[in-house]
T-cell receptor, first 116, second 111 residues
Framework: GAGVSQTPSNKVTEKGKYVELRCDPI?????LYWYRQSLGQGPEFLIY????????DSGLPNDRFFAVRPEGSVSTLKIQRTERGDSAVYLC??????????????FGEGSRLTVL | AQTVTQSQPEMSVQEAETVTLSCTYD???????LFWYKQPPSRQMILVIR??????QNATENRFSVNFQKAAKSFSLKISDSQLGDTAMYFC????????FGQGTTLQVKP
């Protein structure tokens, strides 16, 4: 596709359930980022992939959060035993190799997660 | 710690007038990149303007310009001839390998 695609657009789940959020980056972009954005706040960094490997996962809040990118393209953010505090918009972004430090990130429209 | 601070949670401006959004940051890096992003209600973040820290000349993009003061670690955004479509949340960010965002400023352009 032309842009970063995220599915689902909206997800409502119950406390304690497991959820997966998917991100399909721009074709050819080797860098992929996950951010979490709470209402009225700036995006908070979660994890960054360069290719298939996680180059920086320092933003993952705890071991309930995990992300994979097995083939260096699509990524899945996985949240176990969801809590009400996990409710937020989860943004995915991608960037071409060589522009990780210098260039813009291209964002998707996000997945809004609501934990009841 | 690397931080970005936007001290204006909300601002408003009349259509066709000029408005300036403030941003300060803290980093020990000597070379980095600064950005302003716009986030309309559709949620998708859109790059407005970029500044390279080693360049003294302030970046401009049509109606958008920045005032970059490296010593003061200040990076403000000026929007000239404001338009209704500029209504959005604006985020200041800097990049040293990952983008660090400020808290955002909600801008409303009034007709």
């Amino acid at each position: 596709g032309a842009g970063v695609s995220q599915t689902p657009s909206n997800k409502v789940t119950e406390k304690g359930k497991y959820v997966e959020l998917r991100c399909d980056p721009i074709s050819g972009h080797t860098a992929l980022y996950w951010y979490r954005q709470s209402l009225g706040q700036g995006p908070e960094f979660l994890i960054y992939f360069q290719g298939t490997g996680a180059a920086d996962d320092s933003g993952l809040p705890n071991d309930r959060f995990f992300a994979v990118r097995p083939e260096g393209s699509v990524s899945t953010l996985k949240i176990q035993r969801t809590e009400r505090g996990d409710s937020a918009v989860y943004l995915c972004a991608s960037s071409p190799w060589g522009q990780v430090n210098t260039g813009e990130l291209f964002f998707g429209e996000g997945s809004r997660l609501t934990v009841l | 710690a690397q931080t970005v601070t936007q001290s204006q949670p909300e601002m408003s401006v009349q259509e066709a007038e000029t408005v300036t959004l403030s941003c300060t940051y803290d980093t020990s890096e000597s070379n980095y990149y600064l950005f302003w992003y716009k986030q309309p209600p559709s949620r998708q973040m859109i790059l407005v303007i970029r500044q390279e820290a080693y360049k003294q000349q302030n970046a401009t993009e049509n109606r958008f310009s920045v005032n970059f003061q490296k010593a003061a670690k200040s990076f403000s955004l000026k929007i000239s001839d404001s338009q209704l479509g500029d209504t959005a949340m604006y985020f200041c960010a800097f990049n040293t390998g990952k983008l660090i965002f400020g808290q955002g400023t909600t801008l409303q352009v009034k007709p």
